[in-house]
């Protein structure tokens, strides 16, 4: 089951909430999706909304996200968030390019969580 946040506090929120009821956001304040709203969460200046964003965009499988996820998974600033959006990118679209590049050379962290989503040539991934 698909748990939900807040688009802008990013509260759990019960899958038909109209508000949040950690900051009373509306949930679908404008026009923009969810997958919207999480595209831009991509980009908020606290990392743990970013990595959130990145976990959930793979979480539902959205296939809009793609370049999104594939533009912070090639971002090295910040390496869980990258290793989080190659994660969700290869959960989507494992036959990516980047997914088979990151798989091939990708920096540890980012390899290592795309080997968790998909079989590695020399198979690295842990077992939990
Ligand atoms: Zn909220």
Redesign the pocket.
């Known amino acids: 089951m698909i748990t939900w946040f ?1 688009p ?2 990013f ?1 759990e929120v019960d899958a038909g909430a109209e508000r ?1 009821p ?2 009373g ?1 509306p949930t679908d304040a404008d026009d923009r999706t969810y997958e919207e709203k999480l595209m831009r969460a991509l980009h908020h200046h606290l990392s743990d909304r970013r990595l959130l964003a990145a976990r959930i965009l793979g979480a539902i499988r959205s296939r809009g996200a793609v370049p999104e996820l594939a533009e912070a998974a090639a971002d090295r600033t910040d390496p869980y968030v990258a290793a989080e959006a190659a994660r969700s990118l290869a959960l989507i679209q494992p036959d990516h390019p980047l997914v088979r590049r990151l798989r091939e050379d990708g920096p540890m962290l980012t390899r290592a969580a795309v080997c968790e989503v998909t079989s590695c040539p020399d198979d690295t991934r842990s077992t939990s």
Do not use: M
């Open positions: 807040c802008e506090c509260a949040c950690a900051c956001a």
